[in-house]
């Protein structure tokens, strides 16, 4: 079956603009995460939805990040007045169900902050 | 603060042979365990998840974790070129209300098999 999506693939936005990034979850799955990895290092949580609620914000580095999955299933990760610091690789996951330990990756949204 | 930490390499090893990575984690709450493989400039991979102290195999990749010891490993048989990749360790907790919360990674491994 389909994997998980996400879209743009490639963002370049310039410093102070908003941005929004969607993931679209492998169909069924409960559980959505986002995580964002830089250039050497692994990836590193965000936030994390069971259903339409976040169960965890705990990895949001400030209140310039948000994240809603309004319907259980799509979800947007906001980014206000972004920073050169924000520049990553945004990673979106699911897995079946809130006792589920597998996690399966989209192909990540690449975000350049300029 | 939960850490998982792994040589970055590179580690380089000839083709057929086996590729031993290592991973040790601080949490002994640490309940689930999983290999992730990355080609560059790709996501992570779910290649195997061991639950269990002991062994598990899938085709030519073992996982072996001690929790005594805080300790997860990743054998690969028969390394072949394409093997070729950064291989992430990450372990995840119950959170406080039971479920499984996010997983901790650590920076990974390159792996580079020599033809």
């Known amino acids: 079956g389909a994997g998980v999506s996400q879209t743009p693939s490639n963002k370049v936005t310039e410093k102070g603009k908003y941005v929004e990034l969607r993931c679209d979850p492998i169909s069924g799955h409960t559980a959505l995460y986002w995580y964002r990895q830089s250039l050497g290092q692994g990836p590193e949580f965000l936030i994390y939805f069971q259903g339409t609620g976040a169960a965890d914000d705990s990895g949001l580095p400030n209140d310039r990040f948000f994240a809603v999955r309004p319907e259980g299933s799509v979800s947007t990760l906001k980014i206000q007045r972004t920073e050169r610091g924000d520049s990553a690789v945004y990673l979106c996951?699911?897995?079946?169900?809130?006792?589920?330990?597998?996690?399966?990756f989209g192909p990540g949204t690449r975000l350049t902050v300029t | 603060q939960k850490e998982v930490e792994q040589n970055s390499g590179p580690l380089s090893v000839p083709e057929g042979a086996i590729a031993s990575l290592n991973c040790t984690y601080s949490?002994?709450?640490?309940?689930?365990f999983f290999w992730y493989r990355q080609y560059s400039g790709k996501s992570p991979e779910l290649i195997m998840f061991i639950y269990s102290n002991g062994d598990k195999e899938d085709g030519r990749f073992t996982a072996q974790l001690n929790k005594a010891s805080q300790y997860v490993s990743l054998l690969i048989r028969d390394s072949q070129p394409s093997d070729s990749a950064t291989y992430l360790c990450a372990v995840n907790s119950l959170n406080y209300g039971g479920s499984q919360g996010n997983l901790i990674f650590g920076k990974g491994t390159k792996l580079s098999v020599k033809p």
């Open positions: 996951a699911s897995s079946p169900s809130r006792l589920s330990n597998e996690q399966y």
């Open positions: 949490d002994r709450g640490s309940q689930s």
